[in-house]
């Protein structure tokens, strides 16, 4: 008999990030691309990043501080809570991979809005639990009565993005603490901030405020987008002590590299970068929305680095005419929305030409 992996390993479809920009350039003939797919920070990291890169180089023989103990710190003052609130992970992919190992069993669910982020899904798949997908209301933002109607005594996760990917949309404060009223103690509420520190709507909460008050609540939040470190994979999640425990039980003992935790470190202490990448991100979809009205586009109103369009059914040979003219960016087909692309913010130049290939990608 041929050796073979669990059954269900072989339905789960593995994570394909596509091209890189190089091999698209070379495929394509261009001399430049602008990257306007990942929801990555166009002005990068902060210039303190490399300074501390570069002062840890010597140290990279060493493993890494398992505990994470000076960004441990660091988060501590920043978020006036116990180092024990605190956990790590190589990217906010692996919490959702760890969370799902420690709190998972065959026969409960893991519910989720639909469509949201892609890999609750394959958490839920790795570990035998039933997919809850819950669709958004007309307006692409959660649908958190209806979720609460859905939960089941085999609930154990819940996970709301917020502010939600594709969608840039997000629940405000009030209608957020009505669904926690009603969840009940046998589930575990983890509210996915990855695109924080973009929201400024003043009905947007800060899933902080729930842990500060003890709830059944855990926050996740990455260094990958408004502090620009997607290259180093370093996420973390904030929680009361007893619901990170079973994490740091099944994490691997070094889980997040010397580099990722000093760049971090210097990353959180440069808040003026992240002004500036709000400043940024703010103009940039101003730009997109009010060129949307102009052509006679559908987008949905966002809260995170992005703009979800409705191009219609010719969206994928949109896409790829953008392609050609050294525009990157994603098509919705793998959230189940096929005939929208989603187009993250970058410079004013790229905002700008962005502009004008969608102009003349639509007329041609």
Known sequence: MPIRARAHVYEMQPYRAGKTPEQLMQSLGLSELIKLSSNENPLG?????????????????????????????????????????????NGSDELIHLFGVAYLEPGDALMMGHPSFVRYEASAQLNRATLQRVPL????????????????????????ANPNNPTGTIVARAELEQFLARVPDHALVVLDEAYFEYADHPDYPSGVDYVRAGQNVVVFRTFSKAYGLAGLRIGYAIGRPDLLDPVERVREPFNVNTLAQVAAVAALGDQDHVART??????????????????????VPS????????????????????LQRGILVRTGEVFGLPTYLRVNTGTAEQNARFVEALADALRE
């Open 137 to 160: 209301t007309p307006d692409f933002r959660l649908d958190l009565h209806a979720m609460a109607a859905a939960i089941t005594e085999h609930t154990r996760l819940i996970y709301l």
């Open 303 to 322: 809260q995170a680095n992005f703009l979800l369009i409705e191009i219609g059914a010719r969206c994928a040979q949109v896409q790829q005419r953008l």
């Open 278 to 299: 709000r400043a940024l991100n703010r103009e940039g979809l101003r730009m997109f929305s009010e060129a949307c009205e102009r052509l006679g586009l559908r987008s």
């Open 45 to 89: 990291a902060s210039p303190r990043v490399r300074e501390a890169i570069l002062s840890a180089l010597e140290s990279i023989h060493r493993y890494p501080d398992g505990a994470c103990t000076a960004l441990r710190d660091a988060l501590s003052d920043f978020y006036q809570l116990p180092p024990d609130h605190f956990a790590f992970g």
